[in-house]
């Protein structure tokens, strides 16, 4: 088994999220292939500084722009907004891994007497005027639903019929998101822009076991490195301790992934066999590890498994968003802060976009670490960054001094 020290394990993870020295990254393309490299990156709707999907690309991808995300989503079609790990951003080439998903929706829906007729009262208007958001879609009432998807909690209870229908269908794969107006969906048939190869292609798994051993593989990939236990990164899988110890035990036969011992820690990470030429450049100082200073997302996939950056970079984050304002630590939106190999503090920032301002309502460096003229150099940078990011053209530090 391979044994390498936490210092060597961070930096492998860091070089292989693409966070650690020059940027691997570039522009749309670049974004792209992150993504196809993460399987996927979770989409959440709130926006104090750019949204959680954005924020993500943001600190990886060189001269990233939200309208590149945009485009991969809605024009050039490479992306889709679909369940994964909640609901999440995937590429359209990974349709077919979600096909026994989309049946069991298929069969869900089936359940709920005069939900059909509405689905196709729902079709028949699309295909004559477009895409629709639930507002837009001339069906009025309420039903009682029983929303099947992850991320919406299980919903059930009296919901307004169109939104139902629209969410049903969506879940069906019937139709997918034609494109977004701030957290408004709008929805458009899959078949109008997708192609029928990728509609019709069978599922690559010949059976449930091989699917969860690839999504268990593609969410070690997503991170780099990876144990074998309960995780939050796991979310979104339907996987029980048993199912999961013979996922592990399946990839690790097939040679699809390695064991790696960590110095300090008891049980072994675990990393994809193809990324080893990358942990060897990792070894042998090969990678750029000049340091970068990002603000990283709150979904971030490499924040997926909070306590392996404890267990790592002994650096506690929780997301208090959803936290009663008395109760939180830090704020309601607050980012982690990688400097180099360390992640050295959180900061709060919001756009103040009527006013063209970045608000930095506060920063918080952990203990040990040296407020130096390098590190405040590289800090203000970073706000730089994340103002032209968010189009802003003025930052404000509340209660500090100006950058």
């Known amino acids: 088994m391979l044994s390498i020290t936490k210092e060597q394990a961070k930096r492998f993870i860091l070089a292989k999220q693409g966070l650690l020295g020059k940027h691997v990254f570039?522009?749309?393309?670049?974004?792209?292939?992150?993504?196809?490299?993460?399987?996927?990156?979770?989409?959440?709707?709130?926006?104090?500084?750019?949204?959680?999907?954005?924020?993500?690309?943001?600190?990886?991808?060189?001269?990233?722009?939200?309208?590149?995300?945009?485009?991969?989503?809605?024009?050039?079609?490479?992306?889709?907004?679909?369940?994964?790990?909640e609901l999440s951003i995937w590429p359209s080439e990974d349709w077919?891994?979600?096909?026994?998903?989309?049946?069991?929706?298929?069969?869900?829906?089936?359940?709920?007497?005069?939900?059909?007729?509405?689905?196709?009262?729902?079709?028949?208007?699309?295909?004559?005027?477009?895409?629709v958001s639930s507002d837009s879609l001339p069906i009025e009432g309420k039903i009682f639903w029983h929303s099947s998807m992850h991320w919406s909690g299980n919903w059930s209870g009296q919901s307004q019929a169109a939104r139902s229908v629209l969410e049903q269908l969506y879940t069906d794969g019937v139709l997918l998101i034609h494109h977004k107006s701030g957290s408004r969906k709008f929805y458009d048939l899959a078949e109008k822009h997708l192609p029928p190869s990728l509609l019709s292609k069978a599922n690559p798994c010949e059976d449930e076991a091989a699917l969860l051993d690839w999504r268990v593989a593609r969410r070690v990939g997503a991170i780099g490195l990876l144990w074998n236990r309960r995780?939050?990164?796991?979310?979104?899988?339907?996987?029980?301790?048993?199912?999961?110890?013979?996922?592990?035990?399946?990839?690790?036969?097939?040679?699809?992934?390695?064991?790696?011992?960590?110095?300090?820690?008891?049980?072994?990470?675990?990393m994809l066999s193809e990324d080893r030429e990358l942990l060897d450049a990792v070894l042998s100082g090969a990678v750029d590890t000049k340091p970068r200073l990002e603000f990283l997302a709150p979904l971030d996939p490499m924040l997926w498994d909070r306590k392996l950056?404890?267990?790592?970079?002994?650096?506690?984050?929780?997301?208090?968003?959803?936290?009663?304002?008395?109760?939180?630590?830090?704020?309601?939106?607050?980012?982690?802060?990688?400097?180099?190999?360390?992640?050295?503090?959180?900061?709060?920032?919001?756009?103040?976009?009527?006013?063209?301002?970045?608000?930095?309502?506060?920063?918080?460096?952990?203990?040990?670490?040296?407020?130096?003229?390098?590190?405040?150099?590289?800090?203000?940078?970073?706000?730089?960054?994340?103002?032209?990011?968010?189009?802003?053209?003025?930052?404000?530090?509340?209660?500090?001094r100006p950058v």
Request: aromatic letters at 12%.
């Open 26 to 85: 570039c522009g749309k393309d670049g974004a792209y292939r992150y993504i196809r490299q993460a399987g996927c990156i979770q989409y959440d709707p709130v926006d104090v500084c750019g949204k959680n999907a954005e924020l993500t690309l943001q600190s990886r991808v060189k001269g990233f722009t939200k309208q590149m995300l945009d485009d991969l989503l809605y024009k050039d079609r490479l992306l889709v907004d679909y369940t994964d790990k």
């Open 309 to 400: 950056i404890k267990a790592l970079w002994d650096f506690e984050y929780s997301w208090e968003i959803y936290t009663p304002a008395e109760k939180r630590k830090y704020g309601y939106y607050v980012l982690p802060m990688l400097w180099g190999d360390k992640l050295i503090g959180r900061i709060e920032a919001a756009a103040d976009r009527k006013n063209g301002k970045l608000s930095v309502k506060n920063i918080w460096y952990e203990d040990g670490v040296k407020v130096t003229k390098k590190l405040t150099n590289a800090v203000d940078a970073a706000l730089l960054r994340l103002a032209r990011f968010n189009r802003l053209k003025e930052i404000e530090r509340l209660g500090g």
């Open 96 to 131: 077919p891994y979600f096909s026994a998903y989309r049946e069991r929706s298929l069969s869900h829906s089936a359940q709920f007497e005069g939900l059909a007729a509405l689905e196709e009262e729902a079709l028949s208007y699309i295909r004559k005027h477009g895409a």
């Open 231 to 270: 995780s939050d990164a796991f979310l979104g899988i339907e996987i029980s301790g048993e199912k999961r110890e013979k996922a592990f035990d399946d990839l690790e036969k097939q040679g699809r992934i390695l064991p790696v011992q960590i110095e300090g820690l008891r049980a072994p990470l675990y």
